[in-house]
């Protein structure tokens, strides 16, 4: 089982990131597929979810109208679209997997994304 996150980068404020989440040895459709982000000296906080088995989706107060999450069956991946971004979503952004049912979850080593002019 693998999880591997890529896109992160430096934007300017405002601008927009792509992260992509790819997933090996388990299907993305059957979990329930997450980012969470994790700033210096901060906890790790959720970001955003979408459902294992549909595509309904969550999202934290913060992103909420500004990241889009999605999932593609065919490539086994997820993905989170971030628009307008602001320096305080700098962070390192990780990809999970959980399948709580069976006590599965798994992590990513994320991806850093930097905000700044």
């Known amino acids: 089982v693998q999880i591997v996150e890529s896109g992160g980068g430096l934007v300017q404020p405002g601008g927009s990131l792509t992260l992509s989440c790819a997933a090996s040895g388990f299907t993305v459709s059957s979990y329930v597929m997450s980012w969470f982000r994790q700033a210096p000296g901060k906890e790790r906080e959720f970001i955003a979810r979408i459902i294992s088995f549909g595509r309904a989706t969550h999202y934290a107060d913060s992103v909420k109208g500004r990241f889009t999450i999605s999932r593609d069956d065919a490539l086994n991946t997820v993905n989170l679209q971030m628009n307008s971004l602001k320096p305080d979503d700098a962070s390192v952004y990780y990809c999970?997997?959980?399948?709580?049912?069976?006590?599965?979850?798994?992590w990513g080593q994320g991806t850093q994304v930097t905000v700044s002019s």
């Open positions: 999970n997997a959980e399948q709580q049912v069976f006590g599965r979850n798994y």
